[in-house]
């Protein structure tokens, strides 16, 4: 008899972070509801529209399992895209972000791929794509 394929299926993305209150505060101006008693929290989780899980530890949550973890340093490993509807919605939302202190890594710009895209950075420097069909 052989043993039954396991296909595993994505269930949560998980994110690293400093700073537990700065990251959420800049994730629920993306429009995630994050509960404010979260802040204080060392882990974090909400559940997408879809069933996928998004998740957030502090660096101490890691250390507690990983004692030599130490965050990635130097360019993106992985990013977050977030469809802003429209290609003045991703303006809107790349200018709300950056008011509120996002560094900008790319500018709104109309992409040969068809699309409005930027890119900021969260506040533990992961790359978040801001992006919508043009026309």
Same mark, same amino acid.
């Given at each position: 008899?052989? !043993? ?6 994505? +269930? ?19 429009? $995630? +509801?994050?509960?404010? !008693? @979260? /802040? ?6 909400? !559940? ?6 998004? *998740? ?7 250390? %507690?399992? /990983? ?12 990013? $977050? @895209?977030?469809?802003?509807? %429209?290609? %003045?919605?991703?303006? =809107?939302?790349?200018? +709300?972000? !950056? &008011? ?6 790319? &500018?709104?710009? /109309? &992409?040969?791929?068809? =699309?409005?895209? &930027?890119?900021?950075?969260?506040? +533990?420097?992961? %790359?978040?794509?801001?992006?919508? *069909?043009?026309?």
């Amino acid at each position: 008899m052989s !043993t039954p394929t396991i296909v595993p299926r994505l +269930d949560l993305v998980g994110l690293v972070v400093a700073d537990m209150a700065r990251a959420l505060a800049f994730y629920r101006r993306l429009g $995630l +509801d994050l509960p404010a !008693t @979260a /802040d204080a929290e060392p882990h974090v989780e909400v !559940t997408l529209p879809g069933g996928l899980r998004l *998740a957030w530890d502090t660096e101490e949550v890691l250390r %507690s399992f /990983d004692p030599g973890f130490e965050p990635a340093r130097g360019g993106n490993r992985s990013a $977050l @895209a977030f469809d802003c509807a %429209s290609p %003045s919605g991703v303006d =809107q939302v790349f200018a +709300d972000l !950056t &008011a509120a202190g996002a560094p900008t890594h790319l &500018a709104p710009f /109309d &992409a040969v791929w068809g =699309q409005r895209y &930027a890119v900021v950075l969260d506040p +533990d420097g992961g %790359s978040v794509d801001l992006f919508a *069909a043009l026309g």
